[in-house]
C-alpha cells in the first residue's frame, strides 16, 4: 500500500540545523511535487518549501537563503536541509506528495521542529 513517512525533527540552538526526509513507498511513478509545509501553534499551515517536476523549486520568503529542498525522483523522495535556524522555525513540518493526473495528494503524520533561543 501507499506510505508517507517523515523523519530527522527534533531540539536544536538557534543557528543550528536539521534535515527532514520524507519517503513515498508503494508507488510505481515519480510524483510530480512533493514538499514541506509547516504549522506553528495557534498559526496556520503554510508553504516552507516545494520541489516540482523538472526540479522547480519554490520557497517562502522567511526561509530564502537558509533552507533547501532536494529530491530523489526515482525514489519518491525529498529532503529539506535546514540551517541557521531561529526560534521562528520553531513548528510542525508536514511532508505532501501531490500527483494532480492521478488525484494524490498524500500528507505525513507531522514532525516537531524546535528552535531554541
Known amino acids: 500500500q501507499v506510505q508517507l513517512v517523515e523523519s530527522g525533527g527534533g531540539l536544536v540552538q538557534a543557528g543550528g540545523s536539521l534535515r527532514l526526509s520524507c519517503v513515498v513507498s508503494g508507488i510505481r511513478f515519480s510524483i510530480d511535487d512533493m514538499g514541506w509545509y509547516r504549522q506553528a501553534p495557534g498559526k496556520q499551515r503554510e508553504l516552507v518549501a516545494v520541489?516540482?517536476?523538472?526540479?522547480?523549486?519554490n520557497y517562502a520568503d522567511s526561509v530564502k537563503g537558509r533552507f533547501t529542498i532536494s529530491r530523489v525522483y526515482a525514489e519518491n523522495t525529498v529532503y529539506l536541509q535546514m540551517n541557521k535556524l531561529k526560534p521562528e522555525d520553531t513548528a510542525v513540518y508536514y511532508c505532501?506528495?501531490?500527483?494532480?493526473?492521478?488525484?494524490?495528494?498524500?500528507w505525513g503524520q507531522g514532525t516537531q521542529v524546535t528552535v531554541s533561543s
Open positions: 520541489i516540482r517536476s523538472g526540479s522547480i523549486t
Open positions: 505532501n506528495a501531490n500527483h494532480r493526473p492521478f488525484g494524490l495528494n498524500l
